[in-house]
């Protein structure tokens, strides 16, 4: 899919007005009747029709606004999992090669080479033995290796449920009410909640839950939400589903919404 307000060349707030002369411009430049032998403007022509098909709809513009927005965001979580990756080095090990021919010592050898050929032996089979069946420690080194010690405004976690220090808490209106559940997580999470606006997604807020808990997000008004979750144990993100509210402010019928992670 592409991004139609590249294809029309205007910026994604722009008007009504602008977009329909940005297409009739476009269409006089490349219009088949005027390039009859150049089948890259016919194919221009469909990607500009196209793309005033949905930019000149309110319903399909706004629908194509939350993909790029949605496409935005998933382009920062992606960095952010990069900037956190972790690849423990490990020092190759060499293990025995079983089709090596064997040498056949002579009785008479000398008896402190039986002994060298034996500590050998021992040594590669413990290696063996702790690539097959690692040590209980091990997993839990590669787990803090990778384990997120603060959130990405390097401020501490909160020893609860709670907002995490340095992040703004934006637009309070409504009393809609986002109830996150971690209840089926074995790890902490750091999670923010964004919000579509203007075109663009915000986070309006950033919080800290335990493994295992919950957390309240009060003073929700109408609007487009994506919740971004953050595991502490591994660092890997998740995204949830599209969160729409809609007429709860004019009606003053709000509700109390759960998010299960």
Same mark, same amino acid.
């Given at each position: 899919m592409q991004n139609y307000y590249d294809v029309l060349n205007v910026a994604p707030g722009a008007s009504e007005e602008v977009i329909r002369a940005a297409y009739r411009a476009l269409s006089q430049k490349y219009h088949p009747d005027r390039n009859p032998h150049n089948p890259q403007a016919h194919q221009r022509m469909t990607e500009i029709n196209q793309a005033y098909a949905v930019l000149s709809d309110p319903e399909k513009r706004h629908h194509h606004d939350i993909w790029i927005a949605r496409q935005a965001l998933q382009a920062h979580v992606s960095s952010e999992l990069l900037?956190?990756?972790? @690849? +423990?080095?490990?020092?190759?090990?060499?293990? +025995?090669?079983?089709?090596? +021919?064997?040498? @056949? &010592?002579?009785?008479?050898?000398?008896?402190?080479?039986?002994?060298?050929?034996?500590?050998?032996?021992?040594?590669?089979?413990?290696?063996?033995?702790? &690539?097959?069946?690692?040590?209980?420690g091990s997993k839990q080194v590669k787990e803090e290796s990778t384990r997120v010690v603060t959130a990405p405004n390097h401020h501490k976690f909160p020893l609860k449920a709670a907002y995490v220090s340095g992040y703004p808490v934006l637009r309070q209106r409504g009393d809609n009410r986002l109830l996150v559940d971690a209840s089926s997580l074995q790890s902490p999470v750091f999670a923010q909640l964004y919000e579509l606006y203007d075109g663009k997604l915000t986070a309006i807020r950033s919080f800290y839950i335990p493994a295992g808990d919950t957390f309240i997000i009060s003073k929700i008004g109408d609007g487009e939400f994506s919740l971004h979750y953050q595991r502490i144990n591994d660092g890997k993100w998740a995204v949830s589903d599209w969160i729409q509210i809609k007429n709860t402010e004019p009606s003053r019928k709000y509700q109390d919404i759960d998010i299960r992670l």
């Open positions: 900037a956190r990756k972790q @690849t +423990p080095f490990a020092p190759p090990v060499h293990l +025995p090669n079983y089709q090596d +021919p064997m040498i @056949t &010592l002579n009785e008479r050898s000398h008896i402190w080479i039986w002994f060298i050929g034996a500590a050998i032996l021992m040594v590669m089979g413990m290696v063996w033995w702790r &690539l097959l069946y690692p040590a209980p």
